[in-house]
């Protein structure tokens, strides 16, 4: 257990549709990225968030967007899915609070998206 | 922007022996930090080594050692006494000293360990 928790780990859905992704960070953690893989891909960036606040935007379409609550967890709302959207979304979490010794990220399981 | 490449797709090596994947990358900074992160069939992503630019020493962890050229920009990773569970995808990362944290992703190395 990496200490970031990714939920739901696999979803199947149909095109046109609406889903939402959960992340909880590790304990301590302040940042929350998101990355989208492909397959047979490496990590895209999506989006940051940082203590609440939006802090880097990737490649991040307009049908996708996040936030992070008060409590940390974040959510990335993925709507008016296409077949394209299928990929492993991951999410990770760092501190950078903490300085420049810490710049180390935790990456959760990722969750399996099929769009059908 | 940064860009990052892996331009060896496959590899396989038999067990117990040595194997290096290659990483270059581009970026206009002097300060930077490297990874490189193993994506087993799990689909997890687990952190390998890393290294700051300003270190001129290189890192390694355990069988896992790295080659940092900070002036050909080169970060390839050497794996010793290759075990069967090294069987991985391997990427390479960069990640900026400055305000933006994200990391910057190659598209990865599919490592093989043969018995």
């Known amino acids: 257990d990496s200490g970031v928790t990714q939920t739901p780990k696999h979803l199947i859905t149909a095109t046109g549709q609406r889903v939402t992704l959960r992340c909880s960070p590790r304990s301590g953690d302040l940042s929350v990225y998101w990355y989208q893989q492909s397959l047979d891909q490496g990590l895209q960036f999506l989006i940051q968030?940082?203590?609440?606040?939006?802090?880097a935007k990737g490649n991040i379409l307009e049908r996708f967007s996040a936030q992070q609550f008060p409590d940390l967890h974040s959510e990335l709302n993925l709507s008016s899915l296409e077949l394209g959207d299928s990929a492993l979304y991951f999410c990770a979490s760092s501190d950078p609070g903490q300085g420049a010794s810490n710049y180390g990220y935790t990456f959760g399981s990722g969750t399996r998206l099929t769009v059908v | 922007a940064q860009t990052v490449t892996q331009s060896q797709p496959e590899m396989s090596v038999q067990e117990a022996e040595t194997v290096t994947l290659s990483c270059t990358y581009d970026?206009?900074?002097?300060?930077?930090?490297l990874f490189w992160y193993k994506q087993p069939p799990s689909r997890q992503m687990i952190l390998v080594i890393r290294q700051e630019a300003y270190k001129q020493q290189n890192a390694t962890e355990n069988r896992f050692s790295v080659n940092f050229q900070k002036a050909a920009k080169s970060f390839s990773l050497k794996i010793s006494d290759s075990q069967l569970g090294d069987t991985a995808m391997y990427f390479c990362?960069?990640?900026?000293?400055?305000?933006?944290?994200?990391?910057?992703f190659g598209s990865g190395t599919q490592l093989t360990v043969l018995p």
């Open positions: 990362a960069f990640r900026s000293s400055g305000s933006a944290r994200q990391l910057t």
């Open positions: 970026t206009s900074e002097n300060n930077y930090y």
């Open positions: 968030y940082y203590n609440g606040e939006e802090r």
